[in-house]
T-cell receptor, first 117, second 111 residues
Framework: DGGITQSPKYLFRKEGQNVTLSCEQN?????MYWYRQDPGQGLRLIYY???????QKGDIAEGYSVSREKKESFPLTVTSAQKNPTAFYLC????????????????FGEGSRLTVL | GEDVEQSLFLSVREGDSSVINCTYT??????LYWYKQEPGAGLQLLTY?????DMKQDQRLTVLLNKKDKHLSLRIADTQTGDSAIYFC???????????FGSGTRLSIRP
């Protein structure tokens, strides 16, 4: 079955620690995204990547880092520089890399809930 | 910059129609979407509309787009308890290759 897998589903972190959230897709999609979801604030874009070895900052990239060494994988590291990291993190992928060639539908993983103790 | 706004809550009676509204600021959008999120899960695409369309109907769902007013709405006919979820409006900008989401509207159904 094709889809997006995020792990872990729940993660607890002590202050000052870096953590890495995994996102893997077998949909052969070029574009991948990381969003952060907080209650009442919807989804905010952290980073996105349209092609392997390239990625761009979204609206709230500070305190986060990503890599895109393989098409299938787009891990997100939440660093100790992120002041308020407790949130629900969603990874998504899409065939859309701009233009009007397709609908740009995003396929989402089930999310990872990070809690800082 | 791009901004997408929705009201946070909507409560409707079972069997009635639900109308969820969305406004956006940047008119250079390409596609506009409605996503549904069940509790503790990711988002799933419900429907979308291309920016040169006014309306799209898909079974119980009707999407209306007023490009002049930058207003998008989702109507769910005959609302059922299974429709309880958070509904996100999203706007795609081909020039920037990114999709901006609204804050989500939590739809609750009362008997």
């Amino acid at each position: 079955d094709g889809g997006i897998t995020q792990s872990p589903k729940y993660l607890f972190r002590k202050e000052g620690q870096n953590v890495t959230l995994s996102c893997e897709q077998n949909l052969n999609h070029d574009a991948m995204y990381w969003y952060r979801q907080d209650p009442g604030q919807g989804l905010r874009l952290i980073y996105y990547s349209q092609i392997v070895n390239d990625f761009q900052k979204g609206d709230i990239a500070e305190g986060y880092s990503v890599s895109r060494e393989k098409k299938e994988s787009f891990p997100l590291t939440v660093t100790s520089a992120q002041k308020n990291p407790t949130a629900f993190y969603l990874c998504a992928s899409s065939t859309w890399t701009g233009g009007d060639s397709n609908t740009g539908e995003l396929f989402f993983g089930e999310g990872s809930r990070l809690t800082v103790l | 910059g791009e901004d997408v706004e929705q009201s946070l809550f909507l409560s409707v009676r079972e069997g009635d129609s639900s109308v969820i509204n969305c406004t956006y600021t940047d008119s250079s959008s390409t596609y506009l979407y409605w996503y549904k999120q069940e509790p503790g899960a990711g988002l799933q695409l419900l429907t979308y509309i291309f920016s040169n369309m006014d309306m799209k109907q898909d079974q119980r769902l009707t999407v209306l787009l007023n490009k002049k007013d930058k207003h998008l709405s989702l109507r769910i006919a005959d609302t059922q308890t299974g429709d309880s979820a958070i509904y996100f409006c999203a706007v795609g900008y081909s020039s920037a290759s990114k999709i901006i989401f609204g804050s989500g509207t939590r739809l609750s159904i009362r008997p």
